[in-house]
């Protein structure tokens, strides 16, 4: 083929490769797979797996991620196995942060990429690496065990996870990966925020602030729109809130709207028996920092954040008892869990 070069009508960083022949898959699947080369895309396509793009021989763009944005809430950065592949999807990780999407990093086998695993190995060799697929953080500290880190590795950790917080650009999307990433480096969230000095980790408070308040402006959804309370208390149980009082505030919504199909804040403050929980309502209540927006698509964002968490919070668990079990030797254990986590993540996809 010919690698066509950029001209005033024909700009790289503006479009990706197959998107015109992709576009109505990706839009039913909600996810995209990112591929770095046209016979990539071609393999990939031809066997059937129809949600896929290229990038058109250049670095990942800001452009490219907010055109992806219009079709997709996820996209799997499948590139090439060698080191030159992982980096240049760890480079693109914050343009899908910044552009709303969920970035998932997959790992072709050695010596593979897309174009080569889907001819020897075929479709659905592609779908269980797509499924194996991690979050970016995840993936980042997927190997590293936190507590034998040195002074030095974690300084440079938490420039890295500092510098990349620093470019996300919308407060609520920076806010949610700082938090995850304090998790990760068992960190105050404070620590990775731009222009913050660094903090010792011996304030866990500081750890879940930020996590607390996203439940709390969740909360305050369901006096401006009641009905949309139906729309997650399926999916969402009381004990998914972490912040102290959100639990409890969530599950007398739930029982006001179930009993009295509407939510009020007198009718709750008297179901309420802590003078915190009470306190907490009243905040939730007055909140008023919304501006013209449509609370249902808010309402699915958050809730979508809050299950994302719960299950990172899973994955984690079972990463570290993982861990702990390859370490012993207990091979027994070892399967149950990755199968666990094979599940998780099946789920979660």
Do not use: C
């Amino acid at each position: 083929y010919m690698n066509s070069p950029e001209t005033p009508i024909y700009s790289k960083s503006h479009v990706l490769y197959g998107l015109h022949a992709s576009k109505g898959a990706i839009r039913q699947a909600e996810s995209a797979i990112l591929v770095e080369g046209y016979f990539d895309f071609l393999s990939l396509f031809q066997a059937g797996i129809q949600n896929v793009v290229a990038v058109s021989g250049t670095a990942f763009t800001p452009q490219q991620a907010r055109l992806l944005g219009r079709y997709a809430h996820k996209v799997y950065l499948f590139f090439d196995a060698d080191s030159a592949g992982q980096n240049a999807a760890l480079r693109s990780v914050e343009h899908f942060y910044n552009a709303g999407i969920e970035p998932m990093i997959a790992t072709p086998p050695p010596g593979h990429d897309p174009d080569t695993l889907v001819r020897k190995f075929g479709a659905m060799e592609v779908q269980q690496q797509l499924t194996n697929s991690l979050p970016y953080l995840a993936f980042r500290f997927q190997r590293i065990d936190v507590n034998a880190l040195t002074l030095r590795e974690k300084e440079q950790a938490v420039h890295e996870i500092k510098g990349l917080a620093g470019k996300i650009e919308d407060p609520l999307r920076r806010e949610i990966f700082v938090s995850s990433a304090a998790e990760y480096l068992k960190l105050p969230a404070k620590t990775f925020l731009p222009g913050q000095p660094q903090e010792k980790p011996e304030e866990p408070a500081d750890r879940t602030r930020n996590l607390n308040l996203i439940e709390s402006e969740f909360l305050s959804l369901f006096f401006m729109e009641p009905p949309l309370i139906e729309t997650v208390w399926d999916e969402l149980s009381p004990d998914d809130f972490k912040g102290p009082g959100n639990s409890a505030i969530y599950a007398a919504m739930i029982r006001s709207y179930k009993r009295d199909g509407k939510i009020e804040s007198e009718r709750l403050n008297q179901e309420l028996t802590g003078e915190m929980e009470r306190s907490l309502l009243t905040f939730i209540a007055a909140y008023d920092e919304w501006g013209k927006i449509d609370p249902a698509t808010v309402v699915r964002e958050y809730k979508r954040m809050i299950l994302n968490r719960k299950r990172e919070h899973q994955l984690n668990r079972l990463q570290a008892e993982l861990a702990e079990a390859e370490k012993k030797g207990d091979r027994g254990t070892a399967e149950k869990l990755t199968r666990e986590i094979k599940y998780l993540l099946e789920k979660r996809r």
